[in-house]
């Protein structure tokens, strides 16, 4: 017992962190930077966690307000809605002051939603320079106007995850500062016009760029008019019939895979890339002045040989590019001329200016030595003494031969074993597995061997395109190769019939690892033949909806199964008071159970598994009763789950508990346990600890008598609070102080706007009440000698407007009372908050609120003052009509009578009260 040494010393500093200082114990250097280095750094990462950095310390508080970037995802969200709250609530906090240099934007969902036009009008109303935006829609949506429209905007880059996203411009769109714009993944369509100008007003554009875009079917002509366009890239379009370019300053042209029937070439470009599969017959008489160029061309027939068709239209290309200086030519036009020397012994060199002849072989058809013909150097060498080619006359090419591999180079991968290359491809995607018989035929079966599936939906742009692939992968995999691990991510629903034919073959093919991920969009019930294998050793389910909700109608029937992993998960049963799943386990060892719950009906909750030998629960809810009968159990974790009842195994050895108080069912449990480790945080963190934790800790340290390794957390051993520890919680509790008197004093503003609205209303319905007296007043003198006239009187029409105005008034000087009261009782809290607060902090506070607060009693007075002239007008009426009726009888009978009575002595003493209410004010409360 002597021998035994602590790992810490006596005396243990704690090196935390602090909410108000940042880390305690440790030197923060990059809070010490400058502001603007700080908001350079907060620019490289996304808002959402820029946002988060005002965690750290005061010093990082307000940092992020000020940030010129805004990056902001969607997909970092859980749901669309959460993210459009939490864009409202950082561009309402952000500091106005300060300028948006950029934005980023990445969002799923409509585009007419509200956040898309929040952030276009923000970033636009603050001079924002680049904007980026990525749409991800389900189906096609029309943008908001406003995001194409402003004055400040440099550069525009717009994409879409739908190919089929349209963009349909109802004018031009209007950004006389943009310099650069790149567009993709579009269609640029409008129904009721046959061409589309959409850059006119772009007057400042210098760099444009289309990529994987088309024109709508009725388009016929596309207008790009940009005065002072230097750059253009035209990348993958379709549906291009005729492009009117005005942009008499461009200087690079760049097209790719765009078929166009017409372009007129603009007289100054000077650089020209053009990659397709045939030559284009807008070359005609255009590329006078075109010094650098670079042409690619694949032709449409790979297989084919080349025809005369072919080669007299790469000729009179060739003979269109005569004035160039630097040429490059893909290495299929040097074939395709190579195939006819006689017809091109015939055509003398076009080429009297070049300079530098460059032969690119990364596009290409075919992969053989080829030799360039002596009509081919000729015809583009002769006239050009000069010239320097930079591939010599035999040229080798090194690129990919769909039969046989890769040529001119070693390939060594493709000498492996089958049985290596069935492990490397079992590291790898069963997407990426199957591309690979596309390398060569050593490659063209060696997928359908790998023992490992890995089957992930969301590399998928649409789910029946992954479950036709599924259904291909299953269909064409070596039946007689059994399946030894399976990985199943999908979306949607758990019924859908792939779920069912992957578990069907993996269980079919002696699978003895599956790991399921489930991203459904609401709760699916999966089906039984997911749980039910005779040959599965290892099981991992996980959902991204934590309400996904597993029903179990008996038992999971896994009778190898040895390790089991479930998270995000609960177990339900309406039927059944408690869940058995595990009983038919007979060979489970290893159990985890991690971010479940149980559910509500659900009062006990069987764990019976006669080999486990290793069980951890960790962030459990709704956990009432947990029957563990496992008579070999060993180590057992227990992390943030609430459990009434548990009964633990007499053979259990090592036990970990991670919670917020001790537990309860410690007692009589623990007495074989040898090493412990222990984890209490107590519920409330600021409160100092009182007898009742000390009697608590002290039991559950007691029951773990015999413990022989013991591993605590500091808030079991902790000593008294430190000078620090004491000023933190001061400074913590000043300012929850400072925060209640912010929000009553927002409350105090919300009473005292309502009271002068009660002011007004009550001096013109004051004015019509006298008015409607006087009135009636002249009425009753007329008919004073006619008593049954004067009881009449009140149904006449100044009685019936009377009988209304009084009812008003009553309702605005009970108002006007409810105010007043309320207003003082606010003061009041307000007063006894500041007397808490230090006398520095006091007389900040008092400073800061002292005219509102005079406000509010200014308003008490108005309030009080004006239920006293209504009051008096009333009381005088009341006179009146007692001393000139004889019988005392009110000739007000009725409604009419009542409303009287109670508008002038209740509001008189209604007066009284608010009266009394002021004198009281400084204590308003029973």
């Given at each position: 017992?002597?021998c035994?040494?602590?790992?810490?010393?006596?005396?243990?500093?704690?090196?935390?962190?602090?909410?108000?200082?940042?880390?305690?114990?440790?030197?923060?250097?990059?809070?010490?930077?400058?502001?603007?280095?700080?908001?350079?750094?907060?620019?490289f990462?996304?808002?959402?966690?820029?946002?988060?950095?005002?965690?750290?310390?005061?010093?990082?508080?307000?940092?992020?307000?000020?940030?010129?970037?805004?990056?902001?995802?969607?997909?970092?969200?859980?749901h669309?809605?959460?993210?459009?709250?939490?864009?409202?609530?950082?561009?309402?906090?952000?500091?106005?002051?300060?300028?948006?240099?950029?934005?980023?934007?990445?969002?799923?969902?409509?585009?007419?939603?509200?956040?898309?036009?929040?952030?276009a009008?923000?970033?636009?109303?603050?001079?924002?320079?680049?904007?980026?935006?990525?749409?991800?829609?389900?189906?096609?949506?029309?943008?908001?106007?406003?995001?194409?429209?402003?004055?400040?905007?440099?550069?525009?880059?717009?994409?879409?995850?739908?190919?089929?996203?349209?963009?349909?411009?109802?004018?031009?769109?209007?950004?006389?500062?943009?310099?650069?714009?790149?567009?993709?993944?579009?269609?640029?369509?409008?129904?009721?016009?046959?061409?589309?100008?959409?850059?006119?007003?772009?007057?400042?554009?210098?760099n444009?760029t289309?990529?994987?875009?088309?024109?709508?079917a009725?388009?016929?002509?596309?207008?790009?008019?940009?005065?002072?366009?230097?750059?253009?890239?035209?990348?993958?379009?379709?549906?291009?019939?005729?492009?009117?370019?005005v942009?008499?300053?461009l200087?690079?042209?760049t097209?790719?895979?765009?078929?166009?029937?017409?372009?007129?070439?603009?007289?100054?470009?000077?650089?020209?890339?053009?990659?397709?599969?045939?030559?284009?017959?807008?070359?005609k008489?255009?590329?006078?002045?075109?010094?650098?160029?670079?042409?690619?061309?694949?032709?449409?027939s790979?297989l084919?040989?080349?025809?005369?068709?072919?080669?007299?239209?790469?000729?009179?290309m060739?003979?269109?590019?005569?004035?160039?200086?630097f040429?490059?030519?893909?290495f299929?036009?040097?074939?395709c001329?190579?195939?006819?020397?006689?017809?091109?012994?015939?055509?003398?060199?076009?080429?009297?200016?070049?300079i530098?002849?460059?032969?690119d072989?990364?596009?290409?058809?075919?992969?053989?030595?080829?030799?360039?013909?002596?009509?081919?150097?000729?015809?583009?060498?002769?006239?050009?003494?000069?010239?320097?080619?930079?591939?010599?006359?035999?040229?080798?090419?090194?690129?990919?031969?769909?039969g046989?591999?890769?040529?001119?180079?070693?390939?060594?991968?493709?000498?492996?074993?089958?049985?290596?290359?069935?492990q490397?491809?079992?590291?790898?995607?069963?997407?990426?597995?199957?591309?690979?018989?596309?390398?060569?035929?050593?490659?063209?079966?060696?997928?359908?061997?790998?023992?490992?599936?890995?089957?992930?939906?969301?590399k998928?742009?649409?789910?029946?395109?992954?479950?036709?692939?599924?259904?291909?992968v299953?269909?064409?995999?070596?039946?007689?190769?059994?399946?030894?691990?399976?990985?199943?991510?999908?979306?949607?629903?758990?019924?859908?019939?792939?779920?069912?034919?992957?578990?069907?073959?993996?269980?079919?093919?002696?699978?003895?690892?599956?790991?399921?991920?489930?991203?459904?969009?609401?709760?699916?019930?999966?089906?039984?033949?997911?749980?039910?294998?005779?040959?599965?050793?290892?099981?991992?389910?996980?959902?991204?909806?934590?309400?996904?909700?597993?029903?179990?109608?008996?038992?999971?029937?896994?009778?190898?199964?040895?390790?089991?992993?479930?998270?995000?998960?609960?177990?339900?049963?309406?039927?059944?008071?408690?869940?058995?799943?595990?009983?038919?386990?007979?060979?489970?060892?290893?159990?985890?159970?991690?971010?479940?719950?149980?559910?509500?009906?659900?009062?006990?909750?069987?764990?019976?598994?006669?080999?486990?030998?290793n069980?951890?629960?960790?962030k459990?809810?709704?956990?009432?009763?947990?029957?563990?009968?496992?008579?070999?159990?060993?180590?057992?974790t227990?992390?943030?789950?609430?459990?009434?009842?548990?009964?633990?195994?007499?053979?259990?050895?090592?036990?970990?508990?991670?919670s917020?108080?001790?537990?309860?069912?410690?007692?009589?449990?623990?007495?074989?346990v040898?090493?412990v480790?222990?984890?209490?945080?107590?519920?409330?963190a600021?409160?100092?600890?009182?007898?009742?934790?000390?009697?608590e800790?002290?039991?559950?340290?007691?029951?773990?008598?015999?413990?022989?390794?013991?591993?605590l957390?500091?808030?079991?051993?902790?000593?008294?609070?430190?000078?620090?520890?004491?000023?933190?919680?001061?400074?913590?509790?000043?300012?929850?102080?400072?925060?209640?008197?912010?929000?009553?004093?927002?409350?105090?503003?919300?009473?005292?706007?309502?009271?002068?609205?009660?002011?007004?209303?009550?001096?013109?319905?004051?004015?019509?009440l006298?008015?409607?007296?006087?009135?009636?007043?002249?009425?009753?003198?007329?008919?004073?000698?006619?008593s049954?006239?004067?009881?009449?009187?009140?149904?006449?029409?100044?009685?019936v407007?009377?009988?209304?105005?009084?009812?008003e008034?009553?309702?605005?000087?009970?108002?006007g009372?409810?105010?007043?009261?309320?207003?003082?009782?606010?003061?009041?809290h307000?007063?006894?908050?500041?007397?808490?607060?230090?006398?520095?902090?006091?007389?900040?506070?008092?400073?800061?609120?002292?005219?509102?607060?005079?406000?509010?009693?200014?308003?008490?007075?108005?309030?009080?003052?004006?239920?006293?002239?209504?009051?008096k007008?009333?009381?005088?009426?009341?006179?009146?009509?007692?001393?000139?009726?004889?019988?005392?009888?009110?000739?007000?009978?009725?409604?009419?009578?009542?409303?009287?009575?109670?508008?002038?002595?209740?509001?008189?003493?209604?007066?009284?009260?608010?009266?009394?209410?002021?004198?009281?004010?400084?204590?308003?409360?029973?």
């Amino acid at each position: 017992m002597f021998c035994i040494r602590p790992k810490l010393n006596i005396v243990v500093q704690k090196t935390e962190f602090d909410p108000g200082n940042g880390l305690v114990g440790s030197e923060d250097r990059i809070s010490s930077l400058p502001d603007e280095l700080l908001h350079q750094i907060l620019s490289f990462i996304d808002t959402k966690y820029a946002v988060q950095t005002s965690m750290l310390s005061s010093r990082w508080k307000l940092l992020w307000t000020s940030v010129p970037c805004l990056d902001l995802a969607s997909y970092k969200f859980r749901h669309l809605p959460k993210f459009s709250k939490f864009v409202t609530n950082v561009l309402s906090h952000r500091n106005h002051q300060i300028d948006v240099s950029s934005v980023k934007l990445d969002f799923s969902g409509a585009a007419s939603q509200a956040f898309v036009r929040k952030i276009a009008n923000y970033a636009f109303s603050h001079n924002v320079q680049e904007l980026t935006v990525t749409s991800w829609p389900k189906k096609d949506h029309e943008f908001p106007p406003c995001l194409f429209s402003s004055q400040s905007l440099k550069h525009f880059t717009f994409s879409s995850s739908l190919h089929d996203q349209c963009l349909t411009p109802k004018t031009p769109w209007d950004f006389p500062a943009l310099t650069t714009l790149h567009l993709s993944e579009i269609i640029l369509c409008d129904d009721n016009r046959e061409s589309i100008d959409l850059f006119s007003k772009c007057v400042n554009l210098r760099n444009l760029t289309l990529e994987n875009f088309r024109l709508g079917a009725h388009v016929e002509e596309f207008n790009i008019i940009t005065p002072r366009l230097s750059n253009l890239k035209l990348i993958k379009g379709r549906l291009l019939k005729a492009i009117n370019l005005v942009a008499p300053q461009l200087e690079s042209l760049t097209i790719i895979d765009c078929p166009i029937s017409y372009l007129n070439l603009p007289p100054r470009i000077s650089s020209l890339c053009y990659k397709s599969h045939n030559p284009p017959k807008w070359f005609k008489d255009s590329c006078h002045s075109v010094n650098k160029v670079t042409v690619s061309l694949s032709y449409h027939s790979a297989l084919r040989p080349y025809n005369e068709e072919d080669f007299r239209e790469t000729v009179n290309m060739l003979q269109e590019l005569r004035s160039a200086k630097f040429l490059t030519l893909s290495f299929d036009i040097i074939e395709c001329i190579s195939a006819f020397p006689d017809l091109l012994a015939q055509h003398p060199s076009p080429f009297s200016n070049l300079i530098s002849l460059y032969i690119d072989s990364s596009w290409g058809k075919n992969s053989y030595k080829v030799k360039m013909s002596t009509e081919a150097t000729n015809f583009l060498l002769e006239n050009s003494p000069n010239a320097t080619p930079k591939l010599n006359i035999v040229v080798q090419k090194t690129e990919f031969d769909p039969g046989n591999g890769l040529v001119g180079s070693e390939d060594r991968i493709s000498s492996l074993p089958d049985e290596l290359l069935h492990q490397i491809l079992s590291f790898i995607d069963t997407k990426y597995a199957v591309q690979t018989s596309m390398l060569s035929s050593r490659w063209k079966l060696l997928w359908t061997s790998v023992p490992c599936l890995d089957l992930a939906s969301y590399k998928f742009r649409h789910l029946p395109k992954f479950s036709k692939f599924v259904t291909n992968v299953l269909s064409h995999r070596n039946h007689q190769i059994d399946v030894s691990s399976v990985k199943l991510d999908f979306s949607g629903a758990a019924s859908q019939a792939f779920v069912r034919k992957i578990a069907n073959y993996a269980f079919s093919h002696n699978v003895q690892e599956l790991t399921v991920t489930s991203w459904p969009k609401k709760d699916h019930e999966f089906p039984p033949c997911l749980f039910s294998s005779q040959s599965l050793k290892h099981f991992t389910f996980s959902s991204s909806l934590h309400d996904q909700c597993l029903t179990p109608k008996t038992p999971w029937d896994f009778p190898a199964l040895t390790t089991l992993h479930l998270s995000e998960i609960i177990l339900c049963d309406d039927n059944h008071e408690s869940i058995d799943l595990f009983s038919k386990c007979v060979n489970l060892r290893n159990l985890t159970l991690e971010n479940f719950r149980l559910g509500a009906h659900v009062e006990e909750f069987n764990i019976i598994t006669p080999r486990l030998s290793n069980l951890k629960l960790i962030k459990g809810r709704l956990l009432k009763a947990i029957n563990l009968v496992a008579p070999q159990l060993e180590s057992l974790t227990i992390i943030d789950c609430p459990i009434s009842y548990l009964n633990l195994p007499p053979r259990i050895s090592s036990l970990c508990y991670k919670s917020h108080n001790p537990p309860k069912w410690f007692k009589d449990s623990c007495h074989s346990v040898n090493k412990v480790t222990v984890s209490l945080s107590y519920h409330s963190a600021l409160r100092p600890y009182n007898e009742e934790d000390f009697r608590e800790t002290v039991n559950m340290l007691q029951e773990l008598r015999s413990a022989k390794f013991l591993t605590l957390s500091f808030d079991i051993i902790e000593p008294p609070p430190t000078k620090a520890m004491k000023a933190k919680a001061v400074r913590e509790k000043n300012a929850k102080l400072i925060a209640d008197i912010e929000l009553h004093m927002k409350e105090l503003q919300a009473l005292v706007k309502h009271g002068n609205e009660i002011i007004v209303q009550t001096e013109k319905t004051k004015v019509n009440l006298e008015n409607i007296i006087a009135e009636l007043l002249v009425w009753i003198n007329n008919k004073m000698t006619q008593s049954e006239e004067v009881k009449q009187s009140v149904e006449s029409r100044p009685g019936v407007q009377l009988a209304t105005c009084l009812g008003e008034v009553q309702v605005m000087i009970d108002q006007g009372f409810d105010d007043s009261k309320a207003i003082d009782l606010k003061k009041w809290h307000v007063r006894s908050l500041i007397e808490c607060l230090p006398k520095r902090q006091m007389a900040v506070i008092e400073s800061r609120y002292s005219s509102q607060l005079e406000e509010t009693e200014t308003l008490c007075v108005g309030l009080r003052s004006t239920s006293k002239d209504v009051c008096k007008i009333l009381k005088k009426m009341n006179d009146y009509l007692a001393k000139n009726t004889p019988d005392k009888t009110l000739t007000f009978q009725d409604a009419s009578s009542s409303k009287l009575l109670q508008a002038s002595e209740p509001s008189s003493s209604s007066s009284a009260t608010i009266n009394r209410s002021s004198s009281s004010s400084t204590n308003p409360m029973p």
